[in-house]
């Protein structure tokens, strides 16, 4: 059994990782070149330290920052295997195979090597010097020396990404051989879609540092939790739709029919995985096609055609914008009539020239209601998760956090001032990056950081990955959530409904408030108690120290600041928070 979990603080982004796999599962980590995959693989294997966090291996922990304790990597037994030649250019292969080991046990592990030769087809290069083979002759000669040191755990960091297409498929074949015949772990990183599918028992989606889904390799594939995990997953049309009503299916098992308005469109789906349960109607979600389940219907299939059974909302007439030419197929990029974003299509190549379909043709096509995957709630909330909430309310007051609370050094503010900053932006646009970054910089220097979280929803504190768990991951000593529906403070004690302004109120013994708000939300009214609006600033002028956005003139006579600009914003912090006097 393998757990990881740790922070380290990059150039760009936090790398922030919690993950759990068995003995003998293959974990693929997918996501984009630069979201972190190599920096998790270079933690887990020693080379790079985390900033906070352990890592244990059967039951051995090799990291962990709060006891000090530190595996060195020679005795970490942990084989990495990485896209660049990494033999020994002076050795044989055979030299290369058995370098882990003391020539004096070299007759003792023959029969082994001679197993190894055999498993991965190398028995004629064993004499050959590295620069005289192949990529994929080399890849496999660095798989064998990783399992002649009879490695814990494998890391792969895109081994094949650089070799042509057939000696990749033959690699992931080998990979999946090993993974059947060795009771191993092992993580494999990489950016391609396909060796995902290929390879994963689990799946991993990773972006900025975060592990954003993690599953069964086809509950991810089927079922993806964001828009940014569809679009990871080679879903390349995301909508945003209106949930309008559902109606039975006639088989059960197959879920709700249910009824979306994109932006005027009817289009029907099924919530196979429902996440659609207890939602209201008129709620907005996330929902994805894959290009090749949109289909080109035929002038002369009319409704009565067994393709249009129950989906007449789902036939559109459109546009042919662009056609481009693939191996086996055509992409087509369409535009819906009445609809303004385009969308990708896959047809086969037969279709296209037995209907000669062309640019700017007009054509009918269909979007296959079981498979339009409903993915992310954009507004409101279920029934269950409710449900946790008032379950798991008090948990997190009752943690410590993580080891850190005692390395706070109190620095009071008079009662009349509690600087306050306002984090402003659209959704996915980086606010709790700032926010968890901001929290981490100044924390270590001794500052007490409360944050409150407007427009999040209570359900979810308790829930890992949420905004405001990661507020409390990161060292805030008070986390609050302002909602649309109540202003609710996660106490100890039951929950009340109070403004916006009493939450700061509540929090003024500490140095400094973040206020993370969704783009017009942070300044300068807030909702108060569900129906009413409050007439008074919340941060006030003689307090407020600026707005950090990616929102254009936001607010007049308040400093602003991009979220690019982090180190300048924690230097203006830490430079007006100093000529605050203590109390007393």
Not at 211 to 236: A, C, E, H, W, Y
Not at 330 to 351: N, Q, S
Not at 508 to 513: A, E, G, P, T, V
């Given at each position: ?11 760009s ?39 906070d ?11 962990d ?47 082994k ?130 949930y ?10 197959h879920?709700?029919?249910?009824s979306?308005d ?23 979600v996330?929902?994805?096609?894959r290009p ?5 219907v ?50 086969p ?14 054509i009918?096509?269909l ?18 998760d ?41 959704s996915n ?26 427009d999040?929803h ?49 929090q003024?013994d ?23 609006r ?6 006030k ?44």
């Amino acid at each position: 059994m393998l757990k990881a979990r740790f922070k380290k603080q990059l150039k760009s982004f936090q790398l922030e990782v919690d993950l759990s796999m068995g003995s003998n599962e293959l974990l693929v980590i997918l996501g984009a070149s630069g979201c972190g995959k190599s920096t998790l693989l270079n933690c887990i294997a020693g080379f790079i330290p985390c900033d906070d966090g352990y890592f244990e291996l059967e039951k051995t922990v090799y990291e962990d920052t709060l006891s000090n304790q530190h595996i060195p990597i020679n005795k970490r037994h942990i084989a990495y295997i990485q896209q660049e030649n990494t033999l020994f250019p002076h050795l044989s292969v055979k030299e290369n195979i058995l370098y882990s080991v003391t020539k004096k046990s070299w007759p003792d592990l023959k029969e082994k090597y001679q197993l190894l030769l055999t498993l991965l087809d190398i028995n004629n290069l064993e004499n050959r010097s590295p620069k005289t083979l192949s990529g994929g002759q080399n890849q496999r000669v660095a798989i064998a020396r990783a399992l002649m040191m009879e490695p814990k755990l494998i890391l792969w960091d895109e081994p094949f990404s650089a070799l042509d297409h057939l000696i990749r498929e033959d690699l992931r074949a080998l990979v999946n051989s090993l993974k059947a015949q060795l009771n191993i772990p092992m993580i494999f990183v990489t950016h391609d879609l396909e060796e995902a599918f290929q390879l994963a028992n689990n799946l991993a989606i990773m972006a900025q540092g975060q592990i954003l889904q993690m599953d069964k390799r086809d509950k991810v594939f089927n079922s993806p939790v964001s828009d940014t995990v569809g679009k990871t997953l080679g879903i390349t049309n995301v909508l945003k739709a209106t949930y309008q009503q559902s109606a039975c299916v006639g088989d059960s098992r197959h879920g709700q029919l249910i009824s979306f308005d994109c932006d005027g469109l009817s289009l029907k789906a099924v919530d196979i995985s429902g996440r659609l349960d207890g939602l209201a109607k008129g709620v907005q979600v996330h929902i994805g096609i894959r290009p090749e389940q949109i289909l080109y219907v035929r002038e002369e299939a009319g409704h009565e055609s067994p393709l249009a059974e129950n989906v007449e909302g789902n036939i559109f007439n459109a546009v042919v914008l662009s056609i481009v030419k693939h191996l086996e197929s055509y992409r087509l990029k369409i535009i819906l009539d009445g609809f303004e974003m385009p969308l990708m299509m896959d047809i086969p190549r037969g279709v296209i020239q037995r209907y000669a379909i062309k640019e700017g043709q007009g054509i009918k096509v269909l979007l296959k209601y079981k498979r339009i995957i409903i993915m992310d709630v954009i507004e409101g909330q279920t029934a269950n998760d409710l449900n946790c909430l008032n379950e798991k309310r008090h948990l997190l007051d009752r943690l410590p956090i993580e080891g850190t609370l005692n390395r706070y050094r109190k620095m009071p503010l008079p009662k009349a001032i509690c600087p306050v900053i306002g984090i402003a932006g659209v959704s996915n646009s980086g606010k709790t990056r700032i926010v968890t970054a901001l929290i981490g910089r100044l924390a270590s220097k001794g500052y007490r950081i409360g944050t409150i979280k407007h427009d999040g929803h209570g359900f979810e504190m308790d829930h890992p990955g949420k905004d405001t768990y990661l507020h409390r991951q990161a060292g805030a000593v008070s986390v609050s959530i302002a909602s649309r529906k109540a202003y609710s403070s996660i106490r100890q004690t039951p929950v009340e409904e109070v403004s916006l302004e009493a939450l700061i109120e509540d929090q003024r013994d500490l140095d400094l408030i973040l206020v993370e708000g969704y783009k017009f939300s942070t300044i300068p009214k807030f909702e108060v108690v569900r129906k009413e609006r409050s007439t008074t600033y919340v941060c006030k002028e003689e307090s407020l120290l600026g707005l950090i956005t990616d929102v254009d003139n936001l607010a007049e006579n308040i400093p602003q600041y991009k979220f690019t600009e982090l180190e300048k914003i924690i230097v203006v912090i830490e430079s007006i928070m100093k000529e605050v006097p203590d109390e007393g």
